[in-house]
């Protein structure tokens, strides 16, 4: 086992260096993705906002902070904002409730409830832009929802729900539930698989009835799916567009008007490229902060 | 869990299970309905045959596909670099990767629009298949991370002594024990590359490279609006991917919650 120093030491560098070397070709693929597309995107976005630019001509005027001085001045703007943040509480808040209910719900003695935890999740899978689509003409005045109110009220329902200013993002935040609770189900489902027996069978015995459990075991059990839930449901609130592109476009008026709509209609409608690249920097610091929550929660699961 | 319930408990639930099938079913059962007014089923038939839609099929299938492959072939390198080799700056490399995860496509459309039209790459696949690669690969990233993370140490150590190089541990041991984990990712990242609409939206006009996520409005734009054939082609779109998730229901459930549990 004793060799010369020289040899133990010169021997095993070079080959070592040279893995060294090729580990990070590994890397290469998805860093010139990433890089290449999101930051170098997001750069470019902070560089196109100090401009006075359609988005196609080879350059635009520097305007400087106008474009943000704007935004700030913008009711459009604010209204966008309003509206994202009503609708990611609205359908976070129901969908976890609905979710909940839905575990609590395959785990009783119901007839059916392999069904539901099957078709619980069906909508989850659809396409947004095909739920929109049906929705939109499901719910106009004449349509088939209302059809179906008519029949259970046994008086005429008429609502434009789209339409509507009152009911619109109402609507919409609806539609967003009833294909996304399936999600919050599935999480709140496998986390309760996990809750040990023994821990509910105690409570059983100390008398306490099936609210209370839920109440003060379980729902408490399960507060790591409570922050996943929320963490996850303002990220899909701030990417949602096609579910309001499809169904109102963000009207009436500005009624429902998301940021990512409101970016689509700058940039693409009325090529006011500079203003919506101003617009972009806001919804991606936005969504920074909840990246980096993600990816915390995660990895803290995963040791 | 809670099997050991009371008659009105019993009742109570029984009848919450029932008012949420109800609820779940009513709209689809509505769509089907619609789509079958006027012709009837030959909707169905009227649709494929007097539109693109197999084109629109075949669109989809491809942009679907090869977004799939690079996004497994970037996330799971990246990963075996991240968690395994970990090269000096890794850890660096990482959070350049997951910083792009909750980004909204949308916000990246100025400079996508401009890049895009710079290089000619207007009405190609390519205009899709890349920013989608670009901002599905942090998710698949951080999953195949945690899950090479996870493996015992050994595994890698005992080939590298058996003399594997860095290559073939990649390609003979790593690739077939991460199997679970490329089925998580393929998921994912097929039924949202399948289901994406905002980027063949903004960057494809040509009627032959449409996706089909796009016939419902080619449908709209069509001088006639004809609903029940606009929901026959909702229909059609939705049941290859629903016939995926009946058949394949636990792995579809665990490419879902992989983003969240693991």
Known sequence: MTSTPTASRGAPLRPGRRIALSSYLYLVPALILVVGVVHVGIVANIGYSTLDWNGISPNGKPVGVANYVK????????????????????????????????????????????????????????????VATSFRFLLTPDGAINGLLSSITGQP???????????????????????????????????MGQ????????????????????????????????????????????????????????????TTQVLTGYIYKQVIDQFHAGYGAALSVALVAIALVFSVLQVRLSSREAR | ?????????????QILVVIALALLIAPLAMIVQTSLQGQG??????????????????????????????????????????????????????VLILAGMAL???????????????????????????????????????????????????????????GASNWTYFVRILIPVARPII????IFTFLAAWNEYTLPLIFIQETDLQVLTQVPTYFQSQRLVDT???????????????????????????GMSAGAVK
């Not at chain 1, 999600?183 to 986390?191: C, E, G, P, R, T």
């Not at chain 1, 409570?203 to 996943?228: E, F, K, N, Y």
């Not at chain 2, 901002?135 to 590298?160: H, K, M, Q, W």
């Not at chain 2, 939705?238 to 792995?251: F, N, T």
């Open chain 2, 104 to 162: 909204p496509g949308i916000a990246l459309i100025v400079p996508l629009f401009y890049v895009i039209q710079a290089l000619g790459l207007l009405n190609t696949y390519w205009a899709v298949i890349v920013p989608l690669t670009a901002i599905s690969i942090p998710f698949g990233a951080l999953v195949a991370t945690n899950y090479i993370r996870a493996l015992p140490v050994e595994l890698y150590e005992a080939a590298r002594i058996d």
């Open chain 1, 157 to 191: 329902v008429d609502q434009a729900w789209l339409a509507d200013p009152s009911t619109a993002l109402a609507a919409i935040v609806l539609i967003n539930v009833w294909q996304y609770t399936g999600y919050s189900f599935l999480i709140y489902d496998a986390a």
């Open chain 2, 1 to 13: 869990m809670f099997q050991h319930q009371r008659l009105p408990g019993r009742v109570i639930s």
């Open chain 2, 228 to 254: 029940p054939k606009i929901f026959a082609a909702g229909v059609l779109i939705s049941l290859p991917i629903v016939l995926a998730y009946v058949l394949m229901q636990r792995l579809f459930r665990e």
């Open chain 1, 71 to 130: 935004m700030f001045t913008d009711p459009t703007f604010w209204v966008s904002l309003r509206n994202t943040l009503v609708f990611a509480v609205a359908t976070i808040a129901l969908q976890m409730i609905f979710g909940f209910a839905l575990a609590v719900l395959v785990r009783t003695r119901a007839f059916l409830r392999g069904l539901l935890r099957t078709l619980a999740f069906v909508p989850v899978v659809l396409a947004p832009a095909v």
């Open chain 2, 183 to 186: 089925a998580v990712i393929t």
């Open chain 1, 195 to 254: 809750i040990d027996h023994s821990v509910i069978e105690a409570t059983r015995i100390d008398g306490a009835s099936t609210w209370q459990l839920l109440r003060h075991v379980v729902a408490p059990l399960l507060s790591g799916s409570h922050l996943v839930l929320i963490v996850l449901g303002v990220i899909s609130a701030l990417k949602t567009f096609d579910l309001v592109f499809l169904t109102t476009a963000g009207g009436p008026g500005t």
């Open chain 2, 41 to 94: 089923p030959e909707n169905y038939a009227i649709v494929i045959s007097t539109t693109p839609f197999l084109r629109f099929f075949v669109n989809s299938l491809v942009i679907s596909g090869v977004t799939v492959l690079l996004v497994l072939i970037c996330s799971i390198s990246s990963a075996y670099a991240i968690a395994t080799l970990r090269p000096r700056g890794s850890r660096l490399a990482m």
